[in-house]
């Protein structure tokens, strides 16, 4: 069971993407609303997968992807968006994360595929 950690400022995606992957085996050690908490959470609670919201309040998904690629040990990072995988192309090769998963798109077969 992979430990996972869902960054997104919509509580109702945070909720359903929770439900969602738990129901698929990820075990979800917590969830943040901005980058400075998927940070310190990232930290506290070492998740092996951080899913990491593009657009957020504080920092964009590049940037705190980038910051959680420097923790020791460093989770897996996959960036999503409601918007489409082409909106971001040249920034997501450019990042560390694994890959971009639409919200649409969300699974745990998807995440897996990634890691």
Same mark, same amino acid.
């Given at each position: 069971?992979?430990?996972?950690?869902?960054?997104?400022?919509?509580?109702?995606?945070?909720?359903?993407?929770?439900?969602? /992957?738990? !129901?698929?085996?990820?075990?979800?050690? @917590?969830?943040?609303? !901005?980058? *400075?908490?998927?940070?310190?959470?990232?930290?506290? /609670?070492? &998740?092996?997968? *951080? /899913?990491?919201?593009?657009?957020?309040?504080?920092?964009? @998904?590049?940037? *705190?992807?980038?910051?959680?690629?420097?923790?020791? &040990?460093? &989770?897996? *990072?996959?960036? =999503?968006?409601?918007?489409?995988? =082409?909106?971001?192309? !040249?920034?997501?090769? @450019?990042?560390?994360?694994?890959?971009?998963? &639409?919200? !649409?798109?969300?699974?745990?077969?998807?995440?897996?595929?990634?890691?």
């Amino acid at each position: 069971m992979r430990r996972l950690l869902i960054v997104d400022d919509h509580a109702g995606f945070r909720a359903s993407a929770a439900q969602l /992957l738990a !129901s698929e085996g990820f075990e979800i050690v @917590g969830e943040a609303d !901005s980058g *400075v908490r998927a940070l310190r959470c990232a930290r506290d /609670l070492a &998740p092996e997968v *951080v /899913l990491l919201d593009v657009g957020l309040p504080d920092f964009d @998904g590049f940037e *705190v992807a980038e910051r959680l690629a420097q923790l020791d &040990p460093a &989770p897996a *990072v996959v960036l =999503t968006s409601s918007r489409e995988h =082409t909106d971001f192309a !040249s920034l997501i090769r @450019g990042s560390s994360a694994r890959g971009f998963i &639409p919200k !649409s798109e969300l699974s745990g077969s998807r995440i897996e595929a990634l890691l």
